[in-house]
T-cell receptor, first 114, second 112 residues
Framework: DGGITQSPKYLFRKEGQNVTLSCEQN?????MYWYRQDPGQGLRLIYY???????QKGDIAEGYSVSREKKESFPLTVTSAQKNPTAFYLC?????????????FGPGTRLTVT | GENVEQHPSTLSVQEGDSAVIKCTYS??????FPWYKQELGKRPQLIID?????GEKKDQRIAVTLNKTAKHFSLHITETQPEDSAVYFC???????????FGQGTELSVKP
């Protein structure tokens, strides 16, 4: 399954709570990404990281935070400041050293906040 | 900023017909254009990609064409089959860490 795992598959939280989504890869990829998917809006980039201990904001970073302490891991925290957090979250990774820019996606986490 | 527009949003074809999905991009520096297929409830998977130094690329029933002057690229699926039914996303990238800008997606339905 591409060596990228996300957990859990489904997550339910109450409004006002922070929640952390896990993303782990064993592909030895340098770059990792977090996307949010809503119906009819495609995939929107939240944060990305090209190297350990460094990350950049994507198009919709407000209300989210990330860390990249290990090459294999790129957890995403959805904070209470995110106004509409219910969505499908996808993590991806790619290799800077490869001749292709292909991004490999994880299976996703569906977050529901009520 | 960078933007990718994708059309149509939905597409219904009869089995055996061809399907064409079109995308336009805004940043002329974009040089990599992948297409992803996402089946219901599953992760997106790369089906074909093209770089800016190539005008067309084919892989069996799938082909992608690129017009750099017009800043648009298209996915062509011939002899469609019911298992081609899925959501297809185009994307564009500038060589800066591989960040992809995705189109809004096209839901393709192939009727048997």
């Amino acid at each position: 399954d591409g060596g990228i795992t996300q957990s859990p598959k489904y997550l339910f939280r109450k409004e006002g709570q922070n929640v952390t989504l896990s993303c782990e890869q064993n592909l030895n990829h340098d770059a990792m990404y977090w996307y949010r998917q809503d119906p009819g809006q495609g995939l929107r980039l939240i944060y990305y990281s090209q190297i350990v201990n460094d990350f950049q904001k994507g198009d919709i970073a407000e209300g989210y935070s990330v860390s990249r302490e290990k090459k294999e891991s790129f957890p995403l925290t959805v904070t209470s400041a995110q106004k509409n957090p219910t969505a499908f979250y996808l993590c991806a990774s790619s290799s800077e050293a490869a001749l292709t820019y292909e991004q490999y996606f994880g299976p996703g986490t569906r977050l529901t906040v009520t | 900023g960078e933007n990718v527009e994708q059309h149509p949003s939905t597409l219904s074809v009869q089995e055996g017909d061809s399907a064409v999905i079109k995308c336009t991009y805004s940043d002329s520096a974009s040089n990599y254009f992948p297409w992803y297929k996402q089946e219901l409830g599953k992760r997106p998977q790369l089906i074909i990609d093209i770089r800016s130094n190539v005008g067309e690329k084919k892989d069996q029933r799938i082909a992608v064409t690129l017009n750099k002057t017009a800043k648009h690229f298209s996915l062509h699926i011939t002899e469609t089959q019911p298992e081609d039914s899925a959501v297809y996303f185009c994307a564009a990238s500038i060589r800066q860490g591989g960040k992809l800008i995705f189109g809004q997606g096209t839901e393709l339905s192939v009727k048997p």
